[in-house]
Structures are given as structure tokens and as C-alpha cells.
């Protein structure tokens, strides 16, 4: 590992996570993009949204820099991502974070708001099964205003297609091996360089005990998102993103 981030530099962990989500996800700004372009679009430039599973608020920072009218909750369990969350964003009053585990059916009691225009979310709901994200997005579907979206941007492979996602496998593993070699920090060494942190080694800690080393969730098809988002009450949905592996599915109320 070459990559060294000391102190309360929150900064320096903001961008530290966002070059290790890119060694994964090269197209990740583009995604972003796209997703802020269909808030705009549908709900306006000052949207009062909801970063769910927010990790370090990646998105709540590409929405606050794009719109200064805009307001974002963060909700996350990982205390750690939180913890680098709450530094970096210290004295922003467009943005609060709420600690909650998406999984327990009472986590929306703990929201400052009924509703809002948009949820945002991004490479997080892979942790959940079908039946718990089913659940989810039913609540999700309470939370969105009449009129406003939920956009979900995921890993939502198809299984339809084994020889483009075997030859796609082997060109992005070549590609992140070629950046290893010139010193990419991984998701594994990113978090032994978070343990060794004086201010984070506890909420990492206590991290790896509510979540171990994997998610052990799956991975289902955009299609399947944007049918369960009709069943839970959103009037359209469609993917309006996709790479070989990825896609980001919208539903709008």
C-alpha cells in the first residue's frame, strides 16, 4: 500500500474512499452525473433528499456542490464511513446524518422528515436479499413524494449474456490489476489503513462486527428493480444507466 491518511483529515479520507470506489467503478462520476441530471430534470434544483445507506456521502456532496439549494439526509449503520461523513461535512447545515440499519422496520422513525423529493443511492443495496430489498422499496415508496423519484444505482448484472460478462470480467480485472501495479489502494487495504487510524480504529472495529468482511446480498436485474418499484407505488420506472455490469434504475411517483 502507498496511500497514507492520518488525523482528522477529513479531506484527505473523502477523497481516499472516492479513488478506491473508482478502482472498482471507473464510470462512477459519470453515474453520479446522470443520476443529478435526473433529479434536475423531475424535481427541480433545490430537491430536499434523502442519501440512502450514504456511506461517507459521496452523493451528498456532488448534490450540495451542484445545487446550493438543495438539503440532504444521510442515513447509514457503518459508523466508520459515518464518522469520516460527519468530519468532512462539519458546519454544512444543508446536510444532518441519521445512524440506521435499513434492515430493522422501524429505521424511517428516525428520518427528520415524512418525505422527500428524491432518495439517492448508490453501490450499497447489493448487501440486501431480493425479499429485504423488496421491503425496502416499499417503504421507499412511502417516504417519495407524489411526483418525486427514487434513483438506485447498483451492480444489476445480466445472466442472459455469460460471454460479454466473461470477456467484460476479464478486461476490468486486467485494468484494475494494471492500476494495483501502480499503486491503487483496495477496498481490503483501504480499511487496514482506517484501522490503523487513531480516530477511526474504533467505529472500524465496530464495523467489521455488524458487517464481517462481505456483503451477503444479491444481485438481481434491472428489469427486477423496475418491476418492484411499480408494485411499490411508483408510477413509472425504467433504467436510465447501464454499463456492462451496472445499471441505475429510476422510479418516479
Excluded at 479531506?11 to 481516499?16: E, G, I, L, P
Aim: a negative charge; proline letters at 5%.
Amino acid at each position: 500500500m502507498t496511500e497514507t491518511v492520518v488525523g482528522a483529515d477529513w479531506q484527505a479520507w473523502q477523497n481516499s474512499w472516492d479513488r478506491q470506489q473508482e478502482w472498482y467503478l471507473p464510470d462512477r462520476e459519470e453515474r453520479f452525473r446522470v443520476m443529478l441530471d435526473m433529479v434536475e430534470a423531475l424535481v427541480g434544483p433545490a430537491p430536499r433528499v434523502l442519501d440512502l445507506a450514504c456511506g461517507t456521502g459521496s452523493i451528498s456532496d456532488r448534490l450540495l456542490q451542484r445545487f446550493p439549494g438543495a438539503e440532504s439526509v444521510g442515513v447509514d449503520l457503518d459508523p466508520a464511513l459515518l464518522a469520516i461523513a460527519e468530519g468532512y461535512f462539519a458546519g454544512e447545515r444543508r446536510v444532518r446524518f441519521v445512524r440506521a440499519d435499513l434492515k430493522d422496520p422501524e429505521w424511517t422513525a428516525k428520518l427528520p422528515h415524512a418525505s422527500y423529493d428524491a432518495v439517492l443511492t448508490a453501490t450499497a443495496l447489493h448487501w440486501l436479499h431480493s425479499g429485504e430489498l423488496r421491503g425496502l422499496y416499499g417503504q421507499i415508496g412511502g417516504l417519495v413524494r407524489e411526483g418525486g423519484v427514487f434513483l438506485n444505482a447498483d451492480r444489476m448484472p445480466d445472466e442472459a449474456t455469460p460471454r460479454i460478462n466473461a470477456a467484460d470480467r476479464a478486461f476490468r480485472h486486467a485494468r484494475r490489476d494494471e492500476a494495483k501495479a501502480a499503486g491503487a489502494v483496495d477496498w481490503a487495504e483501504w480499511w487496514q489503513l482506517a484501522a490503523a487510524d487513531p480516530l477511526l480504529a474504533a467505529p472500524t472495529a465496530e464495523r467489521f462486527e455488524i458487517f464481517g468482511e462481505h456483503a451477503d446480498g444479491e444481485t438481481p436485474s434491472a428489469a427486477w428493480h423496475a418491476q418492484v418499484l411499480r408494485e411499490s407505488g411508483f408510477e413509472e420506472a425504467r433504467t436510465v444507466w447501464s454499463s456492462p455490469t451496472d445499471a441505475m434504475v429510476l422510479g418516479l411517483k
